[in-house]
C-alpha cells in the first residue's frame, strides 16, 4: 500500500538543495506529488508531499532527516488519511494598507466567519503612485455550508474601510 508523508524544508538558499530533495526522494522510490517553494530572506522554504509503498517509508523519512548534516532541515509528517468533508472553495484577493497584525486580523477574520484557509499567499507591494508598502493576500478558502461568499467578504470588509476584498 502507498502512503504519504508531507514535509517542510528549511535551508541556508544555495544553488542544489532541491536536486539534493529529489535525488533523495527517487533514490527510496518515492514518488513527489506536489510543493510549494519559495526564498525568503535568504533562505529556503519547502512544502512537499511524497508517496511511496509503506515498507519503504521508515528508509525515507530517515534519509531526509539526515540531510540535516547537508544543512537542510526536513521535518515530516505522515499524511492523515481523514476524508475532509466536501466544501465549496473561493478564491480570494485582498490589497489594503499594510499593517502589523494584518494577517492575525484576516485569518481571525476568516475562520470567524466560519471558512478555512486552503492556501494563502501574501506579499507587500508598492502602491502604484506613492510607493507606500500595500498587503496584498490571495488565496482559497473553503466554505461551510450555509455561508455565502458575501458573509465572507463582509467579514474581511468589517477590518477596515481601506481593504479591498474580491473573490471567484
Known sequence: MKVSVVMTVLAADRTGIVKRLSETVADHAGNWLESRMARLAGQFAG????????????ELV?????LASEGISVQVQRESHQEAPKRAMLTL?????????????????IASAGANVEDLHTALESAPMSGHPLFHAKGIVSLPDGLSPGALVDSIESLGEDLAVSVE
Open 47 to 58: 512544502i512537499l508531499r511524497v508517496e511511496c509503498e509503506e515498507e519503504g517509508i521508515e
Open 93 to 109: 484577493d485582498v490589497v489594503g494598507n499594510d499593517r502589523p497584525g494584518i494577517v492575525k486580523a484576516l485569518s481571525a477574520a
Open 62 to 66: 530517515e534519509a531526509l532527516e539526515a
